[in-house]
């Protein structure tokens, strides 16, 4: 089993849809990235969060630690939303990532 | 530019032969990581610095895989006797400290023909 898992794998929505992923963790940590991987391999850090809850834009992210959950969320999305989503964690003494799968989205016009 | 810089962006090279990338984090990071993705996955450690010291290595570091900071900046990893299942994207991070944002570079994608 994976220390950090996401879900769903693939995700397609119409423009316009409100958006969810999930993601869980097995290990502790001290903080859980939210980035974004567009075609081509340019990872772009969207949030890194401890606690509660933080939003930009159309952006919102949310971490339960004692649950080991986070999620991300995108209201109104748009096709430029389309990318991958990747959750990782730093974990451990050293303070390396932990990544997750990614989940592929693809938003429609 | 002042972000994370890898250079070259992609390589093709024949098995067996040796490849070397480079990272340039952003100046004043300490900390500096290096991480391989394969397609469909996600990113997987390699390796990290702290300023010029190499702190950990994973077991996916082989012995054909050796990784240098030498003043603290910038950053190689070399691939000897190359495989094809070498081919993947090399991705380097940087961070000013422990615990803090990581900023990625757009990759070294190496293909092993």
């Known amino acids: 089993k994976n220390e950090v898992e996401q879900s769903p794998q693939n995700l397609t929505a119409q423009e316009g849809e409100f958006i969810t992923i999930n993601c869980s963790y097995s290990v502790g940590i001290s903080a859980l990235h939210w980035l974004q991987q567009h075609p081509g391999g340019g990872i772009v850090s969207l949030f890194m969060l401890s606690s509660g809850k933080k939003k930009h834009g159309r952006l919102i992210a949310t971490i339960n630690i004692q649950e080991k959950h986070s999620s991300l969320h995108i209201t109104a999305s748009h096709p430029r939303d389309s990318a991958v989503y990747i959750c990782?964690?730093?974990?451990?003494?050293?303070?390396?990532?932990?990544f997750g799968k990614g989940t592929k989205l693809s938003v429609k016009p | 530019d002042t972000g994370v810089s890898q250079n070259p962006r992609h390589k093709i090279t024949k098995r067996g032969q040796n490849v070397t990338f480079r990272c340039d984090p952003i100046s004043e990071h300490n900390r500096l990581y290096w991480y391989r993705q394969t397609l469909g996955q996600g990113p997987e450690f390699l390796t990290y610095?702290?300023?010029?010291?190499?702190?950990?290595k994973s077991r996916l570091l082989s012995d054909r895989f050796s990784a240098e900071r030498p003043k603290g900046s910038f950053s190689t990893l070399e691939i000897q006797r190359t495989e094809q299942g070498d081919s993947a994207m090399y991705l380097c991070?940087?961070?000013?400290?422990?615990?803090?944002?990581?900023?990625f570079g757009s990759g070294t994608r190496l293909t092993v023909v």
């Open positions: 991070a940087s961070s000013l400290f422990l615990g803090q944002v990581f900023f």
């Open positions: 610095f702290q300023n010029e010291a190499q702190l950990e």
């Open positions: 990782a964690v730093i974990g451990g003494s050293q303070g390396n990532l932990i």
